[in-house]
């Protein structure tokens, strides 16, 4: 009973495991792109700079109402001898209603309007470069969780071999012991490096939890929620396909989201100072209004009659004060363009400076590869040959345990260093703008 209630637990707990779907990075980043919180605000704002476009293509338009209204009129008296003399009563109906439609056009504005929709579209566009950077930093943000998470299941593998490995090892020392081989000060120093081994396996164990919790969040699902990925064998951590400096830069200079918007900003500063310009223009509009009103109390001879009276015509109208008050604002508009522009060459060299350190970074992570791998080898073998001479009683228990922990440090800055080849990579594509 006891085997079969055995077996019974080991297979819901395989089928808990098997429920737990296994995600790669690149299924990672779908998800983020789909549920994360700055990816759904980012598409927001497009959303927004959209219907803006539309609000001042709506601009366009004529403006048409129609009105009415109902009133109460007072008596209607007339001082033909000034206002101190006896008036005379005017009869007229003592309520009025009136009731009718206007029509405006603009025929020419200075291109105000037109310029205006030019600018939404602008502003349209520059929100596509910020979700397009947005969408850089946050696939960035969950690579560097996902490796996190990779490099300390990792380690936690190590961490369990090596204190398999170690428990097997104090068993023998202390078999060694009672013999009279080995003093009793090699079965304590083994009995502390077990311990700090599963100390160090409890911490790692921690941040396991902690960056499975920051992918859950970036990726828009509950804190809680199982996650696993494929850490052992992974595809992912192939070697890096890398491209020439001078291809990066090429890449960066049309691609890159950041230089995209410092040159949309050149833009818009230059449609603000056309803004300015149109508004000292003579501005022509179309115009027409018809009116029913009862009583006519507008013109001479009043009647109690209904009365239509409409206008059709082009208007002409000429600010002269913009002549002089807009002086001030050119200036400024001015000042904001050259500022764009000292922004777009001070983008530029951020870009070049952050594409070679990323690029360097990425050279100096795949040394670090060739150099972790060497010292594996070494480190390997001298734990290899420092093991037989101890138990020949050649060397001692100390040499032996720094061997080891120089072992599994070699193993822990292996998998950090490729890691770190793969995020440097991705760190250069999201700067270039193509990842």
Known sequence: MGAALLLFTQSLYAQD??????LSLEEIWKVAETNNRQMKLSELNLQQSRLEVLEAKDRLLPELSVSGDVKLNSRFLIYENGLFSSPQDVPIKG??????????????????????????????????????????????????????????????????????????????????????????????????????????LSDIKKKIDITKQRLNVLMGRNNDEALEIIYQRNAEMDTVKNSGY?????????????????????????MNIRQIKAGRL??????????????????YPYSNDLWGFGQTGIKVQFSIDNLYKSKHSMARAMVVNNQSKEKAGIKRDEILIQVNEAYL??????????????NIIKTTETVRVIRNSYLSQESLLTDLLEAENALLEAKFNLTSAQTNVKLSHIRLLAIVGIL
């Open 282 to 299: 003579p501005k022509v509009s179309f115009y027409s209004y018809y009116n029913y009103t009862y009583p006519q109390i507008s013109f």
């Open 95 to 200: 309520y009025g209603y009136a009731a009718g439609y206007s029509l405006n056009f603009n025929l020419f504005n200075g291109g105000k309007e037109r310029t205006a929709i030019k600018i939404r579209q602008e502003e349209e566009t520059r929100s596509q470069y910020e979700a397009e950077l947005q969408k850089h930093h946050v696939k960035y943000n969950v690579a560097v969780a996902y490796f996190d998470l990779y490099k300390f299941l990792n380690f936690r593998d190590f961490m369990n071999a090596e204190i398999a490995a170690e428990k097997k090892q104090l068993s023998l020392i202390e078999s060694l012991q009672k013999n009279g081989i080995v003093l009793k000060s090699d079965v304590l120093r083994t009995s502390v490096k077990l311990s700090q081994l599963e100390l160090s």
């Open 17 to 22: 495991a098997d429920s737990t779907p296994t």
């Open 246 to 270: 001078a291809d990066y830069i090429n890449i960066a200079s049309s691609q890159s989201p950041e230089y995209k918007i410092v040159n949309s900003d050149i833009q818009l500063s230059e």
């Open 361 to 374: 970074q990425q050279q100096q992570a795949l040394e670090s590869v060739e150099t972790a791998e060497k």
